[in-house]
């Protein structure tokens, strides 16, 4: 079975200044109409974490979810 990731955004703090969007490999990533990020489709997250380590303002955060 693959693996999930929750995709957690603090909107608090994203400035949507797009740095996850570009690097995110599987392209789930977006800025929507309140210029914040926002994730299309969390089940294809494969958990590179390349979002959570660029991210200059700590506002996305990724975690493995559960298997069930
Ligand atoms: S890198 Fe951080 S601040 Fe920039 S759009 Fe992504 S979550 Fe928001
Ligand atoms: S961890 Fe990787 S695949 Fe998941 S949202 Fe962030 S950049 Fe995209």
């Not at 703090?13 to 789930?28: F, H, N, R, S």
Request: aromatic share 8%; hydrophobic share 30%; glycine share 4%.
């Amino acid at each position: 079975m693959t693996k999930k990731y929750s995709v957690r955004i603090d909107k608090k703090w994203c400035k949507g200044c797009e740095i996850c969007v570009v690097l995110c490999p599987v392209d789930i990533l977006f800025i929507g109409d309140d210029r914040k990020v926002d994730v299309s489709d969390e089940d294809k997250c494969i958990g590179c974490l390349q979002c959570e380590y660029h991210c200059p303002d700590f506002a996305i955060f990724i975690n493995p979810k559960e298997e069930s």
